[in-house]
Nanobody, 121 residues
Framework: QVQLVESGGGLVQPGGSLTLSCAPSESIFSINDMGWYRQAPGQQRELVATITRRGSAVYADSVKGRFTVSRENGKNTGYLQMNSLKPEDTAVYYC???????????????WGQGTQVTVSS
């Protein structure tokens, strides 16, 4: 069973930066769209950013100009660079990807286990 593995979360002071990474736990054929979502305590999960295989990105208004989503197709890895972090960015961040496990298989959506990002002084 393929899993999406996230890394890079942690504690950072306001104004600081973090970079999250996301990659499948085993070799796969390809990844189509990738996305990052977050869920703060007592809140619904919300979209942070998405990126297509060709690199077209969409951002939530709350992170535009501060966060950058990117990917390396050859490594099947996605990234979320987060700058100028604010306390309201504190949440569990989840990676989402539409994965084709083999050339002959269909595309299925996967979620990572989540990584905690805490912005606090």
């Amino acid at each position: 069973q393929v899993q999406l593995v996230e890394s890079g979360g942690g504690l950072v002071q306001p104004g600081g930066s973090l970079t999250l990474s996301c990659a499948p736990s085993e070799s796969i054929f390809s990844i189509n769209d990738m996305g990052w979502y977050r869920q703060a305590p007592g809140q619904q999960r919300e979209l942070v950013a998405t990126i297509t295989r060709r690199g077209s990105a969409v951002y939530a208004d709350s992170v535009k100009g501060r966060f950058t989503v990117s990917r390396e197709n050859g490594k099947n890895t996605g990234y979320l660079q987060m700058n100028s972090l604010k306390p309201e960015d504190t949440a569990v961040y989840y990676c989402n990807a539409k994965i084709q496990r083999a050339a002959w298989s269909g595309i299925r959506e996967y979620w990572g286990q989540g990584t905690q990002v805490t912005v606090s002084s």
